[in-house]
């Protein structure tokens, strides 16, 4: 290690679960008494850990890539490190086509992160790196972090996100993941509420359960109800408030779950499930099987066992074989579900993936008109359940001040997950009123936008 550590800038891409990664790469150079800095003109070592999900992924990634590239030549960069997903899936072309690249990192390289960035461990570093750059004969990711690992939260203080299982045995056919991430595999409960008790020690108040697939936690390692016995023991750490579960899978969730979500009060009464579809025909094609009547079941079952759950999903539309038919099938389980939270992706042709092959491509002028319509669809079914709310009182998590006004208090309630869902703006305040972000808050819905609320503190 060479004795003036540098300066490291971190740009980290894509989903909650590569940011987790990040996190713990700049908990293990913090631990080796590297300086991070967010001035990228200032940086002696920049890393970007990229995202290789979709193409709009890929192409930020690569274009982020470049960008930094340049800071060699007009800031003070001298290396540049590549790491995640889209080294997992072009490792050759990357270190081939891209030479301002000083080193790579793999999903299951991220130990070896203090190794890449430093100069005078770089040399047998980078050999190691470009003798294994044929990922084809390397095998899958292993790496799955504990509550040993360090990390260093790039999230406000207030909530950090979990990961409780690494990979995936799905074989969506839209889907590249288990090819970058491997196969499934749980951390160890013990470990999970270990790192909880250190989260909610510093402060934070609201922990994000994320996983490829979160209702499959612990089958591999033999437990039945392993998300619901977690939840409960989770319930039970100090300091945390909220418990939310993202990224569920609808051939998993069990009852046991649900019930864990209605009986227990710090488990946020939130099911986040990404259905992508509600076709038959289009779920056959997708690799995932199922229907719009026994999806319609699965979501009336959740919203009887837990009483105002709110349900968030993400729809593909375009899917390869994706008719007419098929897409009004979709629209009218989306009219007839009412989700409180949805998103909407055109489909991304991925080589490596079964729907690559498929024939029957839908252009991409009928995607984004589909997608047009299921959300303007979802923005009227938005708007009116949350002019429900109006007159309700709330308990809230405060966030501080309002990204849209520094007049502007802004904070969130258990049916709204971090960075994806709306917040609450709140404009009338009391005199007096001391919370600080991270506090709970009651407040009264006063107005309702589609995707926003406007409340007063109370």
């Known amino acids: ?73 007009t800031a003070n960069c001298k290396r540049l490190v590549v790491a995640g997903c889209l080294v997992e899936r072009y490792r050759r072309d990357l270190l081939n086509q891209l030479p301002e690249v000083d080193a790579v990192l793999g999903t299951s390289e991220i130990e070896k992160i203090v190794a890449a960035v430093d100069p005078a461990a770089a040399a047998a570093a980078d050999a ?68 909880a008790e250190q989260l909610g020690a510093q402060g934070v108040r609201e922990l994000v359960l994320i996983s490829q697939d979160s209702t499959q936690y612990g089958l591999d390692l033999g437990l039945k109800d392993g998300l619901a016995d977690l939840l409960r023991a989770l319930a039970r750490v100090e300091g945390v408030e909220w418990i939310r579960v993202m990224y569920t899978y609808p051939n998993s969730l069990s009852d046991a779950t649900l019930r864990v979500m209605a009986e227990e009060e ?83 042709d991925e080589e490596g993936t079964h729907g690559y092959d498929l024939d029957e491509k839908v252009s991409a002028r009928v995607m984004r008109s589909r997608r047009a319509r299921v959300m303007r669809e979802q923005a009227k079914i938005s708007k009116r359940r949350n002019r429900q709310l109006i007159g309700q009182r709330f308990r809230a998590l405060l966030e501080g001040v309002s990204e849209e006004s520094d007049l502007l208090l802004q904070a969130r309630l258990e049916s709204q997950a971090p960075e994806v869902d709306g917040h609450v703006l709140i404009n009338d305040i009391p005199e007096g009123f001391e919370a600080k972000p991270g506090d709970f808050i009651d407040m009264e819905i006063t107005a309702a936008h589609q995707y926003d609320l406007v409340a007063r503190a109370i």
Request: charged content about 25%; aromatic content about 8%; overall charge neutral.
């Open 1 to 73: 290690m060479s004795e003036e550590r540098s300066k490291i800038g971190f740009v980290s891409l894509g989903c909650p679960k590569n940011l987790v990664d990040s996190e713990v790469m700049m908990g293990q150079l913090a631990r080796h008494g590297y300086e991070l800095t967010t001035d990228r003109e200032a940086a002696d070592v920049i890393v970007v850990n990229t995202c290789g999900f979709i193409e709009p992924a890929k192409e930020e990634s690569i274009n982020t890539i470049l960008e930094m590239a340049q800071l060699k030549e």
């Open 128 to 195: 190691a790196f470009v003798a294994s750059n044929a990922w084809m004969t390397r095998g899958l990711p292993t790496y799955l972090y504990d509550e040993t690992a360090p990390r260093l939260l790039s999230t406000p203080s207030h909530f950090a996100y979990v990961k409780i299982a690494e990979g995936c045995d799905h074989t969506c056919a839209f889907c590249a993941i288990p090819q970058m991430r491997g196969k499934y595999r749980s951390r160890r409960a013990a470990s999970i509420v270990r790192e």
């Open 266 to 348: 710090k488990v946020c009464r939130y099911l986040d499930m990404p259905l992508q579809h509600a076709s038959s025909s289009v779920l056959k094609r997708m690799r995932r099987g199922g229907n719009r009547e026994l999806l319609e079941r699965l979501l009336a079952r959740a919203r009887s066992i837990v009483p105002g759950i709110a349900l968030r999903t993400t729809l593909i539309v375009g899917f390869p074989g994706e008719t007419d038919e098929d897409f009004d099938e979709l629209l009218g389980f989306v009219r007839a579900v009412e989700f409180d939270r949805l998103g909407v992706f055109t489909y991304s």
